[in-house]
């Protein structure tokens, strides 16, 4: 594949720019919510995440103090202040009364609203309102401003999601639930996929078929009966029903026929010699078994765990049917997706709290990519 | 959390050491009954032949007993549960089938499962393989494509927040935060709720899936491109075939069988495609798809398990026809070994 086939300077410039938008259309929607959970979260409202790095302008409405705070001064009645009160300034650049036209008066001038009442409010929010008679009432006037900040980056909504939204939590369930859920379909399916293999026995071309089909046998299909076989369970033995040994369970019987089907192609192209020879030596199947076939097979060994990693942590339906959606021991794809619906217009909790859910995977596929690829090509090539 | 840190260490060990004692006790087991060292002639032989009948089992027996509890059994359950009524108590006959094809909703999901069979697994399959024509082409290739296999990593759900933060609507006129509408607005074009569009938004769901998979497509195609050998691009190069021709008439050939192997990977997905479309809008505005259709029913109103399993059966009607021809395939291959 190392023929050029486009030679010319515009062509081989063309691909250069293609592959450049394909690139930018995958990475960008990840990098927005990267961005966005480093916000402040009234900047996330604000203004596009992509505007980050510029000052941010919004509409805010505030009101004045009210009536009792007013001071006589010549015969004037006063009222003055800040309207940022004591917290960080903000630039105004207009301000108005009137809802329908916020942006009025240009900051800094005095403005007329009628009755001898006037108003100035400056940049830095100071302002003062004069009337000829008493202020009355104990609401203060209403004042919209149009604003600018600048740009504020925060880790304020990590900390927010991980210790008060339960996000925290969840991520410890996810590794609990995932680690095992790794590491037990592994071995059992190691010695399947030695003994499908390398021994004789009657019945194995049956079993090899069996579980090629179950390669492609939806999910669907296993729910209903293993919720009812799980609650069952739990009444007849009067415990929970949804527990962490019944989810391991759960993904250990689905990841099986995959795990089988990608170890036992890649031990079955084990060199007979190696085998043999050991035989000849005396070594019974298990001594092949742990001493050869399993250091041999590191690589798929790995592939597959990076898979069934990827998998479980990044399961949703088998999380919230045997795990339920929601209680202290929901995953974090459950917990996001609760998220979700309790905090749907919440940007600043919901990007933070996806980056979270993603990292992991992420920090995994980038360290390991190469069996990932290795797995991914020997899984789906050789026929599945 | 460091109680669940430590019940979680101790449940591993527990788990993983179970696995190891099981495989290595039985196999001692089996030494001890029929030892085969230290007996003289006959007797070892004989007892040789039995461990070697024996061990295979032991080998294969608790993935057998683990695929048979989880996959072979439900099967075979759901088959039956989808002619019971809603409790499993009393035998309905074809009556959830009946229901099925005659509910609204039901008939929705079969025509938006239809519509996202054709265009996903097209839409990846095609991208994926331009991707991979023309990253091989560049130096910083590696990288390109390491970036667009990126998503395959993320979850589903993880997925739908990153797109539903770029469908984001806000009012007309208002500063939008979603970079769609934001894109539009620009240009002077009208702001959409866009996942609530009948019809059209089954398409703003697909591109999350097509999003996610389009890397592996390209990764599996990128390497069966690889395989192609070069004196057939170099002889077509020199009896002047154009760029498009070379791929559509040398290149797409020599791959079909990569082709039709991603493309039946990805159907079986697509038709399994359930957490996008919970997330995104949980079957509103006509968006429903078979997979979360039956995750409501198994849960709607207490359950109704028969209508559950029935739209579970037709999910894996569809699936048949390729476990066929897999089962196939592999027997072909493999050969008898």
């Known amino acids: 594949m190392a023929v050029a086939t486009g030679k010319s300077f515009a062509s081989r410039f063309g691909v250069h720019i293609a592959v450049l938008i394909f690139v930018a259309i995958w990475t960008v929607p990840t990098l927005g919510i990267l961005v966005s959970s480093l916000r402040d979260k009234d900047q996330i409202i604000a203004s596009g995440w992509w505007n980050s790095f510029a000052s941010s302008s919004q509409t805010e409405a505030g009101r004045l103090p009210p009536a009792s705070a007013q001071v006589e001064k010549d015969g004037k009645f006063v009222l003055a202040g800040n309207i940022f009160g004591e917290g960080a300034a903000r630039n105004i650049s207009a301000f108005g009364v009137k809802s329908a036209a916020p942006t009025q008066y240009p900051a800094g001038t005095t403005a007329d609203l009628g009755d001898g009442v006037t108003l100035q409010l400056n940049a830095d929010g100071t302002f003062v309102m004069g009337s000829p008679k008493a202020f009355e009432g104990d609401r203060g006037q209403r004042v919209y401003y149009a604003s600018s900040a600048p740009p504020k980056f925060t880790t304020d909504n990590y900390r927010t999601v991980l210790f008060s939204e339960g996000i925290g939590r969840s991520f410890m369930n996810s590794l609990t639930v995932t680690i095992p859920a790794t590491v037990i379909p592994i071995l059992i399916a190691a010695f399947a996929a030695y003994a499908l293999a390398w021994m004789r026995f009657p019945g194995r071309a049956l079993l090899i078929a069996v579980i090629i089909g179950l390669l492609v046998v939806p999910l669907q299909m296993s729910l209903i009966p293993l919720l009812k076989l799980y609650n069952g369970v739990g009444t007849f033995f009067g415990v929970p029903s949804k527990t962490y040994l019944g989810i391991w369970l759960a993904h250990t019987g689905f990841g099986l026929p995959f795990a089988i089907y990608l170890l036992r192609s890649y031990i079955a192209g084990l060199p007979r010699e190696i085998m043999e020879s050991a035989r000849i030596d005396g070594a019974s199947d298990f001594e092949i078994f742990v001493k050869i076939v399993l250091p041999l097979s590191f690589p798929v060994l790995a592939s597959f765990a990076i898979f069934q990693f990827l998998w479980v942590w990044n399961d949703l339906l088998v999380a919230m049917v045997f795990l339920g959606t929601e209680g202290d021991q929901i995953v974090l794809t459950a917990k996001l997706n609760a998220l979700l619906g309790s905090r749907g217009g919440d940007w600043e909790i919901l990007t933070t709290s996806a980056f979270v859910t993603i990292i992991v995977p992420l920090i995994v596929f980038f360290s390991l990519q190469r069996y990932f690829v290795r797995g991914l090509l020997a899984g789906s090539v050789k026929g599945g | ?337």
């Open chain 2, 1 to 337: 959390m460091a109680a669940q840190i430590f019940s979680a260490i101790f449940v591993i060990i527990i788990g993983v050491g179970g696995c190891v004692a099981y495989f290595w006790g039985a196999n001692k087991l089996v030494d001890i009954i029929f030892p085969s060292r230290g007996v003289q002639g006959a007797a070892a032989i004989d007892n040789l032949r039995r461990q070697g009948m024996i061990r295979p089992w032991l080998f294969v027996g608790p993935a057998m007993i683990i695929l048979t509890i989880y996959l072979i059994y439900p099967v075979v359950e759901t088959l039956r549960l989808s002619f019971l009524d809603r409790g499993g108590g009393s035998f309905v006959g074809f009556a959830n089938y009946e229901w099925a094809f005659g509910d609204r909703e039901f008939r929705n999901s079969i025509l938006n499962n239809i519509v996202w069979l054709a265009v996903v697994p097209a839409a990846c399959t095609f991208l994926g393989l331009i991707i991979a024509v023309l990253t091989d082409k560049i130096w910083w290739g590696t990288i390109a494509k390491s970036l667009i296999f990126l998503p395959l990593a993320i979850s589903f759900v993880g997925a739908s927040v990153i797109w539903k933060f770029i469908y984001e609507y806000r009012g007309e006129g208002q500063v939008q935060i979603g970079l769609l509408n934001a894109i539009i607005q620009y240009f002077g074009g009208q702001p959409q709720v866009w996942i609530s569009l009948p019809f059209w938004n089954n398409f703003f769901l697909m591109i999350i899936l097509i999003w996610i998979q389009t890397g592996f497509a390209m990764v599996i195609l990128s390497s069966a491109l690889r395989g192609i050998p070069e004196e057939t691009l170099e002889a077509a190069v020199i009896d002047g075939a154009n760029p498009f021709q070379i791929f559509w008439k040398i290149m797409v050939p020599q791959i079909w069988g990569t082709i039709a192997v991603v493309w039946t990977t990805i159907t079986i997905l697509v038709l399994k495609v359930f957490d996008i479309v919970l997330t995104m809008t949980n079957g509103q505005w006509n968006s429903q798809v078979l997979a979360n259709l039956m995750f409501d029913w198994m849960f709607r109103g207490g359950g109704d398990f028969g209508r559950g399993a029935t739209i579970a059966i037709i999910i894996m009607i569809a699936v048949i026809p390729i476990m066929v021809w897999n089962i196939r395939q592999a027997n072909k291959e493999t050969g008898g070994h």
